[in-house]
């Protein structure tokens, strides 16, 4: 079902913002060692791509359905900022995306700056996952029904997730084993 597949990805989501912060850290002052950029750059990409390919645009036609039968009012109005931030994100990735193609292009970022940015990217995504988890996805549960699901099914082309699906794509294998590495290491930690 549609909805279990929101819930997939979120978790999936949160799995690789876990990891991409572990190596966002090694900017900082002290770290044990040098960032993996082209880790970073590959993260982000996912996190703009997938995203605004399928997850959103299948929440959105979701949420088309739901905004109908809703009547309170602060639920409504809590949408409507899962909508606004899906805008947000999808502007702060591609600044994010820039700014590290930049520092992978020997240009000269400052480092303040680009981790405030992150850090704002980051605490939006948690947050938004978070709005949606229980705001978004219990309405969904609880007020749309198998005909509303099965007419966004048949109106969405199924896009498997190129990072955690069944067929992962060939440009994502080194994040993928970056994001198993790194669990790895928090387990152990």
């Known amino acids: ?14 799995r690789l913002l876990v990891c991409l912060d572990k190596e966002i850290a090694n900017y900082k002052e002290g770290a044990s060692r040098r960032p993996r950029l082209s880790v970073i750059i ?18 959105s036609r979701l949420l088309a359905k739901l905004r ?5 009012t602060e ?14 994100i999808s502007q702060l990735t591609n600044n994010l995306i820039d700014r590290f193609e930049s520092i992978k292009n020997d240009q000269i970022i400052p480092i303040d700056a680009l981790l405030a940015d ?16 229980t705001c978004m996805i219990p309405a969904m549960q609880k007020l749309l029904t198998e005909e509303d699901v099965a007419a966004v099914t048949n109106a969405l082309n199924d896009n ?30």
């Open 160 to 189: 498997p997730d190129p990072l955690f699906g069944a067929h992962l794509w060939d440009s994502y294998e080194d994040l993928y084993q970056f994001v198993i590495g790194t669990e790895k290491e928090l387990a152990t930690a």
């Open 118 to 133: 992150y850090q704002r990217y980051a605490d939006l995504q948690i947050n938004h996952l978070r709005l949606e988890n």
């Open 68 to 72: 109908p039968r809703i009547t309170d």
């Open 1 to 14: 079902m549609l909805i279990d597949r929101i819930i997939k990805d979120h978790e999936h989501l949160t």
């Open 75 to 88: 639920l409504r109005q809590k949408l409507e900022v899962i909508e606004d931030q899906h805008v947000e």
């Open 42 to 59: 590959d993260a982000l990409d996912y996190l703009h791509n997938y995203p605004d390919s399928f997850h959103h645009p299948l929440e």
